[in-house]
């Protein structure tokens, strides 16, 4: 069974920009988690979707943003990149609430 | 005070020991418990997961939750140089969906 894979690996942005982050969970899981680790602040949760809805949120401003479709594929978005956006952003699927299993990330550097 | 609290090590062992993790939460809310260990750049991998109080056991590793404590505990037994990582507890609540909370981790290094 393939894991749970994330698009792009890597990515360099300047400030101001927007990105927007993929995340294809593992094949019949219906949430998706997303969380972002810095060395600084760890691992903190985003927010989570379960069924095309968000079924709860972390405490990050609006600029970052989330959405999944029918097929449980989730992206991220985070509008107006500012230096400290800088982080490894993980998601994590699982079949409904319990177990969670990560992607290697997306390593986002904004400079 | 954070919610979740792991010591950042590292904690350097001997191949062969047995390593023993130690995190403390104060939500007492939480429900069930999991660790995950982490490769250099890469992304968490799943240990162990658990919602009671008591023992439970995976091969080498031991995970030991005390809700009255509230202190959670990993032992890996007949460490190797591959154990070497960052292990991080992560806690949740079922009202809160899939929204997990990190301890900051812990980094293990098994000397050969």
């Known amino acids: 069974k393939a894991g749970v894979t994330q698009t792009p690996r890597y990515l360099i942005k300047t400030r101001g920009q927007q990105v927007t982050l993929s995340c294809s969970p593992i094949?019949?899981?219906?949430?998706v988690s997303w969380y972002q680790q810095t060395p600084g602040q760890g691992l903190q949760f985003l927010f989570e979707y379960f069924s095309e809805t968000q079924r709860n949120k972390g405490n990050f401003p609006g600029r970052f943003s989330g959405r999944q479709f029918s097929n449980s594929r989730s992206e991220m978005n985070v509008s107006t990149l500012e230096l400290g956006d800088s982080a490894l952003y993980l998601c994590?699927?699982?079949?409904?609430?319990?177990?969670?299993?990560f992607g290697p990330g997306t390593r986002l550097t904004v400079l | 005070q954070k919610e979740v609290e792991q010591d950042p090590g590292p904690l350097s062992v001997p191949e062969g020991a047995i390593v023993s993790l130690n995190c403390t939460y104060s939500n007492s809310a939480f429900q069930y418990f999991m660790w995950y260990r982490q490769y250099s750049r890469k992304g968490p991998e799943l240990l162990m997961y658990?919602?009671?109080?008591g023992n439970k056991e995976d091969g080498r590793f031991t995970a030991q939750v005390d809700k009255s404590s509230k202190y959670i505990s990993l032992f890996i037994r007949d460490s190797q140089p591959s154990d070497s990582a960052t292990y991080l507890c992560a806690n949740l609540i079922k009202a809160a969906g899939n929204k997990l909370t990190f301890g900051g981790g812990t980094r293990v290094l098994v000397k050969p």
């Open positions: 994590a699927s699982s079949l409904g609430q319990g177990e969670q299993f």
């Open positions: 094949s019949g899981h219906r949430s």
């Open positions: 658990t919602y009671s109080s």
